[in-house]
């Protein structure tokens, strides 16, 4: 089923909400330009890309031809329109961050389902109409965010924008496969915005940790559990172990530690640079910057003895 098929009043209201969600994601996109400081055209193109973005994004991997945004020019005006206001006034304070939030959750569902809804048109597999409706909705804020050279808020922010957009999307498929469209156009926008407000009144996140890796708690336990069988393996080996080759293997791993740390303070000592060095690459009259970048220099200029000891090693490897 095609959206244009779908009653004229939930096109019309699905249409607005885009525009107006255009409108915003420009306005959004001009305050970032604001605050890094860029020219009028920064603020255009940060607009441009911030509104435009993921529906260009969809467009172009669905391949449908010419995108959506390059089709009707209202909503490069729009976007254009966003960036003057962005420019001709200074947009900040709790009143404008919780207005934009609240009004940028609501056209992510939206988006999420026109994203979603174009997917499943094309008939595309479920789970390439949800990486298409969460693109639509959140591509164009990652596209932004690497045009100022930043790892995108998507990814650290750690707010639950991805879920909503994701819970919209999977509900549209459902209702679609259902042969209930127009129902899952009106609930499913609905759906991703009371979550969205859930999750900001009630302060949940996405839980970000470095040493969250269960598979190696589950490897660390086993081994504590098989640590017993381990140790009686290793008495049943000691007992059948020749005592010849206990010493010689014991003895090789003796040199090899012995070597290992002789190695170890040999990349001690050629990295560490000495103060005749460093006064080699320096001046009287060496500027500042000179002055910092001496020491790297001298490390630089010294190459001889690092590639003696690095052939040493080799041919000690090699005997």
Same mark, same amino acid.
């Given at each position: 089923?095609?959206?244009?098929?779908?009653?004229?009043?939930?096109?019309?209201?699905?249409?607005?909400?885009?525009?107006?969600?255009?409108?915003?994601?420009?306005?959004? /996109?001009?305050?970032?330009? *604001?605050?890094?400081?860029?020219?009028?055209?920064?603020?255009?193109?940060?607009?441009?890309?911030?509104?435009? &973005? &993921?529906?260009?994004?969809?467009?172009?991997? $669905?391949?449908?031809?010419?995108?959506?945004?390059?089709? #009707?020019? !209202?909503?490069?005006?729009?976007?254009?329109? /966003?960036?003057?206001?962005?420019?001709?006034?200074?947009?900040?304070?709790?009143?404008?961050?919780?207005?934009?939030?609240?009004?940028?959750?609501?056209?992510?569902?939206?988006?999420?389902?026109?994203?979603?809804?174009?997917?499943?048109?094309?008939?595309?597999?479920?789970?390439?109409?949800?990486?298409?409706?969460?693109?639509?909705?959140?591509? /164009?804020?990652?596209?932004?965010? $690497?045009?100022? &050279?930043?790892?995108?808020?998507?990814?650290?922010?750690?707010?639950?924008?991805? $879920?909503?957009?994701?819970?919209?999307?999977?509900?549209?498929?459902?209702?679609?496969?259902?042969?209930?469209?127009?129902? &899952?156009?009106?609930? #499913?926008?609905?759906?991703?915005?009371?979550?969205?407000?859930?999750?900001?009144?009630?302060?949940?996140?996405?839980?970000?940790?470095?040493?969250?890796?269960?598979?190696? #708690?589950?490897?660390?336990?086993?081994?504590?559990?098989?640590?017993?069988?381990? +140790?009686?393996?290793?008495?049943?080996?000691?007992?059948? +172990?020749?005592?010849?080759?206990?010493?010689?293997?014991?003895?090789?791993? !003796?040199?090899?530690?012995?070597?290992?740390? !002789?190695?170890?303070?040999?990349?001690?000592?050629?990295?560490?640079?000495? !103060?005749?060095?460093?006064?080699?690459?320096?001046?009287?009259?060496?500027? *500042?910057?000179?002055?910092?970048?001496?020491?790297?220099?001298?490390?630089?200029?010294?190459?001889?003895?690092?590639?003696?000891? +690095?052939?040493?090693?080799?041919? *000690?490897?090699?005997?």
């Amino acid at each position: 089923m095609n959206i244009d098929d779908v009653d004229p009043l939930i096109q019309n209201i699905y249409h607005s909400l885009e525009l107006i969600g255009v409108f915003l994601a420009a306005i959004v /996109g001009g305050t970032v330009a *604001r605050r890094y400081n860029l020219d009028i055209i920064g603020f255009f193109i940060m607009a441009l890309v911030s509104s435009l &973005g &993921g529906g260009m994004l969809r467009d172009m991997l $669905i391949g449908q031809g010419t995108v959506a945004a390059m089709r #009707s020019q !209202e909503y490069l005006l729009l976007a254009l329109a /966003g960036a003057l206001i962005a420019w001709l006034t200074l947009l900040r304070g709790w009143l404008w961050d919780l207005t934009s939030f609240h009004m940028d959750m609501v056209v992510l569902g939206v988006w999420a389902v026109t994203g979603t809804t174009k997917a499943l048109n094309y008939g595309l597999p479920w789970i390439s109409c949800v990486f298409m409706g969460v693109l639509t909705a959140l591509g /164009g804020g990652m596209l932004r965010d $690497i045009c100022i &050279g930043k790892i995108p808020a998507l990814f650290t922010s750690q707010q639950m924008y991805v $879920i909503p957009a994701t819970i919209a999307s999977v509900a549209m498929i459902a209702f679609f496969e259902a042969d209930r469209e127009p129902v &899952g156009m009106v609930l #499913s926008p609905i759906l991703a915005f009371v979550l969205a407000m859930l999750s900001y009144w009630m302060g949940w996140y996405i839980p970000a940790r470095q040493d969250f890796a269960p598979l190696n #708690s589950i490897g660390s336990q086993l081994r504590q559990a098989l640590s017993p069988v381990e +140790e009686a393996g290793r008495e049943v080996a000691r007992e059948v +172990e020749p005592k010849w080759l206990r010493k010689w293997r014991h003895k090789q791993m !003796e040199k090899s530690a012995a070597e290992s740390q !002789e190695d170890a303070q040999e990349d001690v000592a050629d990295e560490t640079l000495t !103060e005749k060095q460093v006064r080699e690459e320096v001046s009287d009259d060496t500027s *500042r910057e000179e002055f910092l970048d001496a020491p790297y220099k001298a490390y630089m200029d010294a190459p001889d003895q690092r590639n003696n000891r +690095e052939t040493l090693k080799l041919r *000690r490897g090699r005997a």
